[in-house]
């Protein structure tokens, strides 16, 4: 079936340092991926997707590029702030498939 | 616009009450509609959705049920509610057939089962 594993988690970095949180799937077809991150107390609102491979993702500095080779969808962030402090979800969706699958989820807590 | 609406926001339930959480979208027509459950420690599960009124498709066979009254309702029940329902319930949205559709997701209900 159609699955995502992503880091365990928690992470805690210090601000401005560099963050990568890794993602792999497995998927029949070729599935679009996306990055969703919840705030605390809020509901998940999408950061960002890509849709074939070696397509990239970018919004608010964080990036992730659609590896078909090694079926991952690392996000990336060159300089972490304190607002990034949140739960960050890796997903797929496969074509004519209404579902999302998300990984488990990974804390990540920046600290000033 | 297109928003969703969730509610309650939080919940206290003794074992054994009845459970009724609804959601509602506005500003779109026949939406995909979605409950998730995040446990605590744990990732994003798909329970129900929906791809119409009256057609519910069941991920996780449990003793949750949901219901599409209208198109733009979406209904998450229990006649009993267990301590293992306690959660994050995530109600969402979507167009299309989910090829590269983002969903979009309400502010949730935290449900405490005592």
């Known amino acids: 079936g159609n699955s995502v594993t992503q880091m365990e988690g928690p992470v805690t970095l210090s601000e401005e340092a560099f963050l990568t949180i890794n993602c792999t799937y497995t998927?029949?077809?070729?599935?679009?991926l996306f990055w969703y991150v919840q705030y605390p107390g809020e509901g998940l609102q999408l950061l960002l997707k890509?849709?074939?491979?070696?397509d990239k993702g970018s919004n608010k500095g964080f990036e992730a590029t659609y590896r078909k080779e090694t079926t991952s969808f690392h996000l990336e962030k060159g300089s972490v702030q304190v607002s990034d402090s949140a739960v960050y979800f890796c997903?797929?969706?496969?074509?004519?498939?209404?579902?999302?699958?998300f990984g488990a989820g990974t804390t990540v807590t920046v600290r000033a | 616009s297109q928003t969703i609406h969730q509610w309650p926001a939080t919940l206290v339930q003794p074992v054994g009450s009845p459970l009724s959480l609804e959601c509602t979208v506005e500003g779109t027509s026949n939406p995909n509609l979605y409950w998730y459950r995040q446990a605590a420690g744990r990732g994003l599960q798909l329970l129900f959705y929906s791809v119409g009124i009256g057609q519910i498709s069941s991920e996780v066979p449990q003793n949750l049920s949901a219901s599409r009254p209208q198109d733009r309702q979406f209904i998450l029940s229990s006649k009993k509610l267990l301590l293992s329902d306690s959660g994050f319930y995530l109600c969402a949205w979507s167009t299309g057939t989910g090829a590269g559709e983002k969903l979009f997701f309400g502010s949730g209900t935290q449900l405490s089962v005592l």
């Open positions: 890509a849709t074939k491979a070696d």
């Open positions: 998927a029949t077809g070729y599935p679009s």
């Open positions: 997903a797929l969706s496969i074509p004519n498939d209404y579902k999302l699958s």
